[in-house]
């Protein structure tokens, strides 16, 4: 098998190359007009920080939405038009950085993602909702494996919605990324959410496009099985579109989320 070219997204959707600069310019023109405190510091590093975007009046919670890449790119800068649905809706959302491969390691990136939600808790009353796309669906599940998160912030989560996530990180050992990832077999098993147990009472539900390489529906079916949990597979929907109902606050995704 092709393990490099069983977790290519862009190499099987059209138009792949646009998705990055189009979503910068939309970030960018949404923080525009956004009631935004940017760049609010999570640790002492360049790259700890969030942007927290608040909506009118009094927050009902917090969504903190991971952005992917594989953990070895990208930025807060690119998603912020992703916290349109829910602010919309009432929720204030929090958008991090962190460092990326091969500067640190996976297990790194789960600890200041956790560090992120930790602090964004701090700052925003209510329920917590956590969503993160691709590699961002596995730090987003592995908040809610045991030991992540302070007992005290845990407690506040009431909903993780992997999208697209990376599951088991055993596969991708086999791939050309391992060279910057530097996955071993014991970090790809500790960090592997569907060989963790997720956190009792968080409802979670995996959402997945229908259109996306077979890998990755492979892992989110791994992770509703291991977890026992729903699995939303979105009809015509490729790995870089799949987010697009966060920032739509009409979306199905939005309504059920927000309400």
Aim: proline share 5%; aromatic share 10%.
């Amino acid at each position: 098998m092709d393990w490099d070219d069983a977790y290519s997204n862009g190499a099987y959707i059209e138009g792949a190359e646009d998705y990055p600069p189009r979503w910068e310019r939309e970030a960018a023109a949404f923080r525009e007009t956004a009631d935004a405190e940017l760049d609010v510091a999570f640790g002492d590093g360049a790259r700890h920080k969030f942007d927290l975007f608040r909506p009118s009046g009094a927050a009902k919670g917090l969504l903190v939405f991971v952005h992917g890449g594989y953990w070895m790119a990208f930025d807060k800068s690119y998603w912020s038009h992703f916290a349109r649905g829910a602010m919309a809706r009432g929720w204030a959302v929090a958008l991090p950085s962190y460092d990326l491969a091969p500067d640190v390691r996976i297990s790194e990136v789960t600890k200041q993602v956790a560090a992120a939600v930790t602090k964004a808790c701090a700052l925003v009353d209510g329920p917590v909702v956590l969503a993160g796309h691709s590699a961002g669906g596995h730090l987003v599940a592995r908040m809610i494996c045991d030991g992540v998160l302070p007992e005290d912030v845990a407690a506040r989560v009431s909903r993780v919605v992997p999208v697209s996530p990376l599951a088991d990180l055993r596969p991708l050992m086999k791939t050309a990324m391992n060279d910057k990832l530097r996955l071993d077999a014991a970090e790809a098993d500790a960090e592997s959410p569907m060989w963790q147990a997720p956190r009792a009472g968080v409802d979670v539900t995996v959402l997945v496009g229908a259109a996306e390489r077979p890998a990755f529906l492979d892992q989110a079916r791994w992770l509703s099985g291991a977890w026992g949990c729903d699995l939303v597979v979105a009809g015509g929907k490729h790995h870089f579109d799949v987010i697009d109902a966060f920032a739509d606050p009409d979306s199905d995704m939005a309504r059920m989320l927000f309400s």
